[in-house]
């Protein structure tokens, strides 16, 4: 079932229908909008968030509703996973439906307990935060956290891993900024090391806080983005669901809500569809929160690739492609990178609303 729902996101991707007649193969959940910590380039920095969990009716629902085609759901969003009372049991329901899923943890909750915990789940991937390969950068960009504390943390929990043979993929993460760009060398080198640490990550910021001026010009726009056809959505704690992560961080309006329209409904919403039918036409940049966008746009080849495997070995193949392309031995064509905007600041651009009105004819 799951590679049929595939085939039939990959056909209407190549055909460019603003209809989609199956469902997204991954999906954001943020199962809690609560954290810890202050990073400066941390969309809750400009969006506040409540101190609330998602409620259970929520997750179920989704994972009900998903449970024949999702194939990989990522438990994170605004908030720290670990924070949430219900983490366990959800990444446990998942696996109940055929679900794989990861988290992505900033190691401060991740003691010897937690991790013995997390360990005895069924989990199939999580990243491990570390921005940073000295103290300075690091607690720069993780404020509230302590630098010692969380690497060990991160490596005690890589060993447990390694030493009770358990195939969780562990990827260490640092999103390169600034201050800690010249530090990717010993942060991989580091990491590497670790016993358990299956692959080092190196990931570009994708949050316009730190680089404002930057977005997608109309030329980029050559081919749609995946995310309209292939997923992940992203679903806020409330059951509030966006075309993506980004544009949710972009001020853009839910297309949905899970308490009150079912997913296929969602999925396929006039704000959905909308979205498809412009980028169908190579106007992608006249989308307010497209144009700001600072996620890559992949060549079809990539799309191609990314559903033709399970959504679980794309994921671990991300890290790896991204590696290749930080070190520049990724064709560049392959990537359309976002760059400094150009065009003129008085454009009126597309403002994507919530399921009202008619949706789209065009496309099918």
């Known amino acids: 079932m799951r590679a049929w729902n595939r085939a039939r996101l990959l056909w209407s991707y190549l055909r460019r229908h603003t209809r989609v007649n199956a469902l997204p193969v991954e999906y954001i959940v943020e199962t809690t909008a609560k954290c810890n910590l202050y990073c400066p380039m ?37 908030g720290e996973p670990l924070l949430d009372p219900s983490i366990f049991n959800r990444i446990e329901y998942c ?19 937690a991790a013995d915990r997390l360990l005895s789940t069924r989990l199939d991937h999580i990243t491990l935060s570390f921005d940073g390969a000295t103290k300075e950068s690091y607690e720069f960009y993780r404020k509230g956290a302590r630098f010692e504390k969380v690497r060990d943390n991160f490596v005690r929990f890589a060993r447990m891993k390694h030493e009770r043979r358990l195939p969780v993929q562990i990827v260490v993460q640092m999103v390169v900024m600034e201050r800690n760009r010249n530090e990717t060398e010993e942060f991989v080198r580091f990491w590497s090391a670790v016993p358990g640490v299956d692959q080092v990550r190196l990931k570009e910021d994708e949050t316009n806080l730190m680089q404002p001026e930057a977005g997608h010009q ?46 296929e ?23 307010d929160i497209c144009s700001r966008c600072l996620i890559n746009i992949p060549h079809p080849a990539l799309v191609v690739g990314s559903l033709v495997f399970h959504g679980r070995t794309v994921r671990r193949l991300l890290p790896l492609i991204e590696r290749l392309q930080h070190w ?12 400094p905007h150009s065009g003129d600041p008085a454009k009126t651009l597309i403002q994507i609303e919530g399921p009202v009105g008619p949706a789209p004819k065009s496309g099918d």
Not at 95 to 113: F, P, Q, R, Y
Not at 328 to 339: D, H, K, N, V, Y
Request: net charge neutral; proline share 8%; hydrophobic share 35%.
């Open 42 to 78: 941390c969309p809750r920095e400009s969006h506040p968030q409540p101190k609330e969990d998602m409620l259970d009716g929520i997750f179920t629902r989704l994972v009900n509703e998903s449970a024949r085609s999702a194939e990989h759901m990522m438990l994170i969003g605004l």
């Open 95 to 113: 696996a109940e439906h055929g679900i794989s899923t990861l988290l992505s943890t900033n190691g401060t909750l991740l003691d010897e307990k």
């Open 218 to 263: 109309s030329a980029d726009w050559r081919w749609p983005c995946h995310y309209l056809w292939r997923g992940p959505m992203y679903v806020k704690h409330n059951g509030d669901v966006y075309p993506c992560c980004q544009s949710y961080m972009l001020d853009g309006k839910p297309v949905g809500h899970l308490g009150k329209q079912s997913l």
């Open 265 to 287: 409904e969602i999925w396929n919403s006039p704000g959905m569809r909308q979205m498809r039918e412009l980028h169908a036409l190579g106007r992608a940049n006249e989308i």
């Open 328 to 339: 520049g031995r990724l064709p560049i064509r392959l990537l359309t990178p976002p760059a």
